[in-house]
């Protein structure tokens, strides 16, 4: 490759129209060209910009007739709609009495899906819904769609809790939210009530009482297009191919429905700048960044490959912080994604980036006593998996083992995913015994969640080996139960977890004389190892000497933090306030849009 490259210029040199005019008008064609392209780009947007939104938002102007004479048929006929199908909707949805009969999803298993706009029959029987489809004025009391684009939504992991959990409080925020999410599915088969079914029993989160999902539109996104955003389908230019990708199913989405605020809870800033053409608020909440300056900095640019990747690395960044330039709230799960994405977008999102953290799901009202009596156990909860650093648990365990006649029980409970973490566990007990401590160590393997609560609530320390862990959940679930914490110094555990106290109130990491919520290590073997923390046997050793009123107080001080930061409800607290901040933006941004459009 790199033989060829300065062939490659000659070529282009050749292709120029000789030496002498190159030297002299070359420069300033070639700016002209640029300057030229320029100045199109920019009347493409503008003219994209001036009727996208009339395009997406406004009806034909005898929309209303047209409902009005096909409520007895049940359908609005496709040669009525025509290209202009999320209008109708988004009008349909504003005055449906259960707009979720607007979702394009089926509803049921053995409803047949169909791409005809139907109207529902509560409709038609309701007197006052001809009237409601008016258009509205911004001041007045009216319904707001809130979208969520998520088109993963049946991951079911910890980003759909966040989806759902979000969900459930802007519908409890206002009877007038009404939510739409965007999204793919598994298969063909999925349908509204199975997608909320599963969240019920997956998150326990309940969308079926007091009728909240009649409030949730589903706009599913066609399958066939599945593979754009799948990192997995872009070997090489993943991220480009991918953003791409997302900007073309999101266009597809707002074909369908625009909502009056746009939420991104998966990750796909390249949609912002064309939902920014609508004048709606976005939302980003953003679980990790997409692009880091870590991973910049490892590319070096020693060869002709390297710099075309690093070329192509640094125009995707710059893409990266040209699509936060039209965020309104960026919102991030942790301290540590929170520091990167300010690093990189830094003060090109409009309003700085708050943390609201992930709800747990971690109900500590069913924590029976936390602060009782405590068994002499170290509980360590994490996959078995090379990261956790079960190794160097068990070596310094032993080192502290070594030093008492009576040491702790070690109880090492976790699941394994694989036949490599199958091994890991031989390889582990096969430690233990040359350690001498085998007598010492339980293995919980892939346990039942009995166990795990037993354990829970028994064990007297709980512990976090892993370095740079970005939260750390399960240090969360130690102090609800009254384990006191003893965690590697670094990102989640230290700066958003095991923080200290001081009169009542959870104060930074490092503030002197104030209460601390658990105890901390470091070890010569991480990668930025300073020495500035105690090692992890020698952490131990403390901790068996602690005396009962200093646990005590370091117990409580954990219950605190756990609840004030992680409480069941600290999420919905926040996100509430979320919803209230996007409700005003929205009337801000739909005042600067044109007569017409600002009451669609
Ligand atoms: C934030 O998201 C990342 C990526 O999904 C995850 O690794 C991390 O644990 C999350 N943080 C919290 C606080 O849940």
Redo the contacts with the bound molecule.
Sequence with gaps: MSGQTPLMIRDVSGAGSGPVSRSVLGLPTAFGTFLGALVLAWAVYKCIDASLLRFLVVPPHNYRDAIARSLEKGAIPESVVGVKGGSFRRRLVLAAQKPQLYSTMKLNRDSVATSKLRLARIDKDDPNFMDRLRPADPHAKRRLVFGYFHPYSDANG??ERVLWEAVYYTLKQSEQNLVAIYTFTASDDVCVSSILQSVRSTFGIDLFADGLNDRIIFIQLNNRYKWLIDGASWKHFTIIGQALGSVFVCFRSLTKLVPDVFIDTQGLPFCYPLVALLRIPVVAYV??PLISADMLNKLSSNSVYHLAKYVYWTSMMKLYQLAANFIDYTLC??T??CNHIRSIWGSSAQTSPQIV??PTGIDESKIADPLAEKDRVLLYLAQFRPEKRHRLLLQEFAGYAKKTSEPFKLALIGSTRSKQDEETVQELKLLAEQLDISSHVAFEVNAPRKTVDKYLSQAAFGLNVMWNE????SVVEYMLNGAIPIVHASA?PLL?IVLPVENDEVVAPGTEHATPSGFFFTDPSDPDYKGLFPSLSEVLIKADRLDKDEATAIRKAGQLVARKKFGMDVFGKEWTQVVALAKKTELEKRQTRNKVEMVY
């Design positions: 910890g980003g679980h990790y799960n942790s540590w994604t953290y992930p970005h939260f750390g959940i989640g958003d």
